[in-house]
């Protein structure tokens, strides 16, 4: 899990804008230090959407040590900086065996869900699961 960090870290993907971060198992949420009420609303609410797997999952990654790093921009401009200019408020990238979830500036009540699918997309890959069936 370190190495997963270290190599976050010196990616194009982390920014000094992230002074804080919400540390679940193998998903880790990242955020401005003014983001804290959002990154809790979204730590919340992504238990309950995925409420009835959401523990398999974190078991699961786990075993493989992967890591979902779940990055709550501040704004528009620093999401650019790490993800390039694109439509959607919501990125998903691989990060050697981790995978980076980019979420562009403040969600509306609206968001919050399209940021929840692509987390379970991620944790359902075809990827990870063959990873699984492997002995």
């Not at 797997?53 to 790093?69: A, L, S």
């Not at 995978?99 to 379970?120: A, H, I, P, R, T």
């Amino acid at each position: 899990m370190a190495q997963s960090v270290i190599h976050l870290t010196q990616s194009k993907y982390y920014s000094p804008v992230f002074n804080a971060a919400v540390f679940d198992g193998p998903i880790r949420i990242y955020f401005a230090q003014h983001q804290e009420a959002q990154a809790l609303q979204v730590y919340f609410r992504l238990q309950q959407y995925l409420k009835e797997t959401y523990t398999t999952f974190r078991k699961t990654f786990k075993q493989h040590g992967q890591t979902v790093f779940l990055m709550l921009y501040p704004n528009v401009e620093a999401f650019d900086e790490s993800f390039g200019m694109c439509k959607g408020n919501v990125r998903s990238e691989r990060l050697g065996d981790d995978y980076v979830l980019g979420v562009k500036g403040l969600l509306e009540d609206g968001q919050y869900n399209e940021v929840f699918e692509s987390v379970q997309a991620i944790l359902q890959a075809p990827q990870l699961n063959q990873d699984l069936a492997a002995p």
